[in-house]
């Protein structure tokens, strides 16, 4: 458990997978150089930017996923977050974050990454940083178990992957929720 071993375990996820495409391909080597160069990279100490990890959270008819309304990002987004110091794996940071934000305790996050989003964020360091999100499926067990809204969210529901909220983060939902259906399939 700690920031060398969450550093390795990025550049082993990253430098083992195959992307879908070649832009997913870019950004890949665009993190792996940014690893390179930052050994602190997965912390949230590192002000130019910082990995981050999450997953969509499917019920476990693959219908329905469950999203939060982020406070900072103003729409309804996965699941997911900084990763911390006592994580020993990137995955194990995907499983604490969603399992914290949603309440869910039978939640299995799948060990395969399923794409890298990178954005601009004025996270919990108060400054303008960015995220290069580590991005994951996730099941939960049952359909549409009750999740519980932790302080991290103003709301948390799950959606009809048909129906989406208008306020979702489109096209970016859509495409994350696509390359993990691909994944579980």
């Known amino acids: 458990m700690s920031a060398s071993s969450l550093h390795a375990s990025a550049v082993d996820l990253l430098t083992g997978w195959t992307p879908p495409d070649t832009d997913q391909d870019s950004v890949r080597h665009t993190v792996l150089a940014f690893l390179a160069a930052v050994p602190d990279a997965c912390l949230r100490a590192s002000v130019p930017g910082h990995i981050t990890a999450s997953a969509i959270v499917f019920d476990e008819t693959l219908d329905n996923v469950l999203l939060t309304l982020h406070p900072r990002v103003g729409k309804w987004i996965q699941l997911g977050g900084h990763c911390e110091p006592t994580d020993t794996t990137v995955v194990d940071a995907a499983t604490r974050e969603t399992r914290e934000e949603s309440g869910l ?5 799948t060990g395969d990454l399923v794409e890298i989003h990178t954005h601009p964020i004025t996270c919990s360091l108060g400054v303008p940083t960015r995220h290069l999100d ?3 499926a996730a ?11 932790s302080d991290e ?3 948390l529901a799950w959606w009809p992957i048909t129906d989406l909220p208008a306020d979702a983060e489109r096209p970016v939902i859509d495409d994350l929720i696509g390359r993990a259906l691909a994944r579980l399939s």
């Open 153 to 155: 969210s103003v709301d």
């Open 139 to 149: 099941v939960a067990a049952g359909v549409r178990p009750t999740p519980v809204i």
């Open 134 to 136: 580590l991005r994951f």
């Open 105 to 109: 305790p039978e939640l299995s996050v």
